[in-house]
């Protein structure tokens, strides 16, 4: 036993690691061979998109003016609006005609949403209706989110009603970003559904990305087959969601102030131009 101390005691006087279980001496090679590979990484490059970065800043100081932390629907569309991502036809009206009129106008069906720059969760309050497919659908569709709301006495917070398409088909895939007090923007990635909330199928990365940073992302998923197709089912347009993980990086990059963002479901179909932001929202940071 002496023998082994001896041992142990030259080997680590050299800088020789020592192990008392193989296990950790595993680990250990384990952790090396990580970070060898992600030295020999590809770095990948960055990508500036043409965007409204001032039109970004107005909107979020107009919020803090007004001392909101949460942006309303329409502020967070045209947000995304001005960094390029595509969003459902919508709009925001604020009678029962308006609202019967537009759906007639997108001929096809809609879904209905309480706008309110206080109501965050809007289906808990019974805010959303959806898959209205005629004019007395949608009337009626109007009245029952007034009827839930008043119910929960939040009437007096309805600034209007989302009137939007209804985005049917395709695969949900939910993109969003958290600040961490120590590592700032970190951007999340995955399959909506059960996939994000059961399984808990999501890539995270710190901001600013590369173009291969947000490949990597989608490609370590457990679900990425189902982007690709499986069992005949279409690929969707998998680097348009690249590029929105990259247009995301940018945006919390750009605007400082915003803390939290959550675009769910974001709707992806094999062409692109049919992949659109169906729902988001965004939080913005406490200013001292």
């Known amino acids: 036993m002496s023998q082994d101390k001896e041992n142990i005691s030259y080997l ?13 001496a595993v680990a250990a090679l384990a952790a090396m061979n990580e970070h ?5 990484k590809h770095e990948g490059t960055f990508k500036n998109f ?27 569309f045209e947000i995304l609006d001005a960094y390029g991502f595509r969003i459902a036809a919508n709009t ?7 609202a019967a009129a537009f759906a007639k106008k997108l001929q096809k069906p809609v879904v209905l949403k ?43 917070q309805i600034e209007g009603i989302v009137v939007q398409e ?6 949900e895939v939910v993109l969003g970003m958290n600040h961490d007090k120590q590592f700032g923007p970190v951007i999340m990635a995955g399959l909506g559904g059960i996939y994000v909330e059961v399984l808990k199928d999501v890539a995270f990365r ?13 490609e370590s998923l457990r679900s990425y087959p189902l982007l690709q197709g499986v069992r005949g089912e279409k690929p969707v347009h998998i680097a348009t969601v690249i590029e929105y993980i990259l247009r995301l990086s940018q945006l ?3 605007i400082e102030d915003i803390a939290e963002i959550d675009m769910n479901p974001f709707m992806v179909f094999e062409s692109k131009n049919d992949c659109k932001i169906v729902d988001a929202r965004i939080k913005l940071m406490d200013r001292p």
């Open 166 to 171: 209804m985005v049917k088909g395709g695969k």
């Open 36 to 40: 060898r590979k992600w030295r020999l």
């Open 92 to 98: 925001i009206v604020t009678t029962e005609d308006a």
């Open 114 to 156: 309480v706008h309110s720059s206080t109501i965050v969760h809007k289906s808990d309050v019974g805010g959303v209706q959806i898959d209205l497919r005629s004019e007395s659908e949608v009337r009626h569709g109007y009245q029952a989110i007034y009827k839930n709301l008043k119910e929960k006495k939040l009437d007096g």
């Open 206 to 218: 710190i901001a600013p990305l590369t173009d291969f940073d947000a490949k990597e992302m989608i």
């Open 12 to 24: 680590r006087t050299h800088n020789i690691p020592t192990y008392i279980f193989p296990e950790s």
């Open 252 to 254: 919390v990059i750009d």
């Open 50 to 76: 043409d965007v409204k970065k001032d039109q970004v800043k107005k909107i979020i100081n107009r919020a803090y003016k007004e001392n909101r932390l949460y942006l309303g629907q329409s502020e967070v």
